[in-house]
């Protein structure tokens, strides 16, 4: 008999006997579907996680800070070259004796001159208002956003503070935004204003001595700290470059990740092998229950070698089969997902790496339980199975 033969012969024996194979299919269809869903959407909110950061807090942010010298341009240029790197925020400092509005003021305030990048590479909510914007900074505009302590002393009893116009270093800046609960305390008395305002127009605030780096995702942090430690000495070793992030709390967040994902992916196996089990149940019972057509196999010429086969053939038929049904099903739900649910890309990289391993998956499970009742339907004596009742 052919193979092909065999082939066809198996997948209507399957068919025939759909009913009996219900919970096996339903089983490793499940677990198949589970992991197309968790590789492809897993992926995607990894790589969301990039454009979302704030939920991590400042926790994956590389700071860079040179002593006795500043960054030039092409340092900020360089670092924004990197791999892995999403935003560059250089930052200029210095402090004022006071800002003031109308009647009321602020002892000892904090300036910060900024880009727009900054508000994400470090995460500084704006509550009220907007940040700095990309105009502002090229226009050298005099705004500025205040942080929540400001507020709170120049703007009592929840006087809005946006649009109003605020005096420090001889100069009126219009507050266009204030900021909201920022992680670092030290910004919540803080006003930013445009980095290019800043360096232009107040005194001791020209030389870039700091730099905020955001990675991509915490995969790329300890990578991009690597990059930028070697980039920013390579360009002034004369100078000592601090550059830091806070490995402890990105390495929590990764065992957390990593934990998670392992019992989601232990719970499919358990699913996928609890669903080859099923295969082998069926098939054991079926050679049962099949003893006399296999005795009238062997009496008419059938060898071993083809009973083995065609029994194989069932149950990687079986396993196949459900392996379709669970990428259709995973293909749909990764697409729902990603798509109405979370907003994000579809990751198709992932898909169809999850596809490959779902059919490889399924073929080996499908090897596996049917080797079993392969070996007893073949091991059947012809005289003993056609006297089988």
Same mark, same amino acid.
């Given at each position: ?8 012969? !198996? ?32 992926? !995607? ?11 991590? #807090?400042?926790?994956?942010?590389? @700071? ?7 960054? $030039? ?11 892995? *790197? ?13 800002? /003031? ?26 509550? $009220? #208002?907007?940040?700095? /914007?990309?105009?502002?900074?090229? +226009? ?41 609960? =920022? ?5 919540? $008395? ?19 001595? @700091? ?13 991009? +700290? @690597?990059?930028?430690? =070697? ?18 709390? &990105? ?48 009496? *008419? ?29 995973? %293909?749909?739900?990764? +697409? ?8 994000? %890309? ?11 391993? /779902? ?7 499908? &090897? ?10 073949? @091991? ?10």
């Amino acid at each position: 008999m052919k193979i092909s033969d065999v082939v066809v012969m !198996s997948i209507r024996q399957v068919m025939r006997l759909r009913r009996r194979y219900r919970g096996a299919l339903i089983g490793t269809a499940i677990g198949t579907a589970g992991l197309i869903t968790l590789m492809t959407v897993g992926d !995607s909110v990894e790589d969301n996680l990039a454009r979302n950061l704030e939920i991590l #807090g400042s926790a994956t942010t590389v @700071k860079a800070t040179i002593g006795y010298a500043q960054y $030039e341009d092409r340092d900020v240029e360089d670092v924004r070259r990197l791999p892995g *790197v999403m935003e560059v925020a250089p930052a200029v400092f210095s402090f004022v004796d006071k800002i /003031s509005y109308l009647n009321k003021e602020k002892i000892g305030v904090r300036l910060a001159g900024v880009e727009p990048s900054m508000f994400r590479a470090v995460y500084l909510p704006v509550g $009220e #208002g907007r940040p700095i /914007s990309v105009e502002d900074v090229k +226009h050298a505009r005099n705004v500025c956003v205040i942080g929540e302590d400001i507020r709170r002393t120049l703007f009592p009893d929840r006087e809005p503070a946006v649009g109003k116009v605020v005096v420090f270093s001889g100069m009126a800046f219009e507050v266009v935004g204030v900021l909201r609960q =920022a992680e670092d305390p030290a910004f919540q $008395e803080t006003v930013l204003l445009p980095i290019s305002v800043a360096r232009a127009k107040i005194p001791g605030m020209f030389d870039i001595r @700091k730099m905020y780096i955001l990675p991509r995702n915490w995969y790329a942090v300890a990578d991009v +700290h @690597k990059r930028v430690s =070697a980039l920013l000495r390579g360009n002034e070793p004369r100078y000592g470059h601090e550059v830091t992030f806070e490995e402890e709390r &990105v390495s929590i967040m990764k065992n957390i990740a990593v934990t998670f994902k392992f019992f989601l992916y232990l719970a499919i196996i358990v699913t996928l092998v609890l669903g080859a089990v099923g295969v082998t149940n069926v098939m054991l019972a079926l050679v049962k229950e099949r003893t006399t057509e296999i005795g009238l196999r062997k009496a *008419v010429g059938a060898t071993d070698g083809a009973i083995m086969l065609q029994f194989m053939c069932e149950a990687l038929a079986v396993s196949l089969i459900s392996v379709t049904i669970g990428i259709m099903t995973g %293909a749909t739900l990764s +697409h729902v997902i990603t798509g109405r649910i979370l907003h994000t %890309a579809f990751a198709q990289n992932a898909f169809s790496l999850s596809v490959l391993a /779902s059919i490889i998956i399924g073929i080996v499970l499908g &090897v596996i339980s049917g080797v079993i009742p392969a070996r007893a339907a073949g @091991k059947l004596d012809p005289v003993d199975a056609m006297r089988f009742e």
